[in-house]
């Protein structure tokens, strides 16, 4: 029992400091507090075989950088089919940013607007690049463009809405979330 409690006394003080790092390399509260559960039974078994840590901030930035880093490598490793993948619903926070900000943009643009916002400012698109891909000058591009965030500094501000008629359809939501999710916004003159 007396390990246990020499351990506690030197990690206490830097429990908090770590969850914060934590929090700051995972996505969310619950991976954050794995990833703090795994570096404190590491850092514990360490203690066990070294006897009393000298630096004990140190060890725990480098033991959940590693584990971290490890957990990644082994999530990279994972294969699944192309169909499986496609099957599987996003359950992550940041499908749900990129679902937001698809169905805001949704609400307040129409398909084309929308598109040529999403390939300009999430894709990098140059204006020439999204006007051969929608097959018009760059001059309407840039009009386009403009106009599209005028509207949504007005909608921000003013909470004005458009007309249902204009309004994305719920296949080019998910179409534009997963592009944003994989970063591949793919053709889309289909759906022009």
Same mark, same amino acid.
């Given at each position: 029992?007396?390990?246990?409690?020499? %351990?506690?006394h030197f990690i206490e003080p830097h429990l908090q400091t770590l969850?914060?790092?934590?929090?700051?390399?995972? +996505?969310?509260?619950? *991976?954050?507090? *794995?990833?703090?559960?795994?570096?404190?039974?590491?850092?514990?078994?360490?203690?066990?075989? @070294?006897?009393?840590?000298?630096? +004990?901030?140190?060890?725990?930035?480098?033991?959940?950088?590693?584990?971290?880093?490890? !957990?990644?490598?082994?999530?990279?490793?994972?294969?699944?089919?192309?169909?499986?993948? @496609?099957?599987?619903?996003?359950?992550?926070?940041?499908? @749900?940013?990129?679902? !937001?900000?698809?169905?805001?943009? @949704?609400?307040?643009?129409?398909?084309?607007?929308?598109? &040529?916002?999403?390939?300009?400012?999430? %894709?990098?698109?140059?204006?020439?690049?999204?006007? *051969?891909?929608?097959?018009?000058?760059?001059?309407?591009?840039?009009?386009?463009?403009?106009?599209?965030?005028?509207?949504?500094?007005?909608?921000? *501000?003013?909470?004005?809405?458009?007309?249902?008629?204009?309004? &994305?359809?719920?296949y080019s939501v998910e179409y534009w979330t997963k592009a944003i999710?994989?970063?591949?916004? !793919?053709?889309?003159?289909? %759906?022009?």
């Amino acid at each position: 029992m007396r390990h246990a409690e020499e %351990f506690e006394h030197f990690i206490e003080p830097h429990l908090q400091t770590l969850h914060h790092h934590c929090l700051y390399l995972t +996505p969310s509260e619950w *991976d954050a507090e *794995d990833l703090v559960q795994e570096v404190l039974i590491k850092a514990y078994q360490y203690y066990l075989k @070294a006897g009393a840590i000298r630096h +004990p901030s140190t060890l725990l930035y480098k033991m959940t950088r590693n584990i971290w880093i490890d !957990g990644l490598r082994r999530h990279r490793r994972t294969v699944v089919s192309v169909h499986a993948e @496609a099957d599987l619903p996003y359950s992550d926070a940041n499908y @749900a940013a990129a679902r !937001g900000l698809v169905e805001w943009l @949704a609400e307040h643009l129409s398909e084309r607007e929308a598109y &040529m916002l999403l390939l300009s400012e999430v %894709f990098s698109y140059s204006y020439q690049n999204i006007a *051969d891909e929608l097959q018009c000058t760059v001059a309407t591009v840039r009009m386009v463009l403009h106009r599209s965030k005028r509207t949504l500094r007005i909608t921000r *501000d003013a909470r004005r809405n458009r007309p249902a008629g204009k309004r &994305m359809s719920e296949y080019s939501v998910e179409y534009w979330t997963k592009a944003i999710m994989n970063d591949e916004p !793919g053709r889309i003159m289909q %759906f022009v």
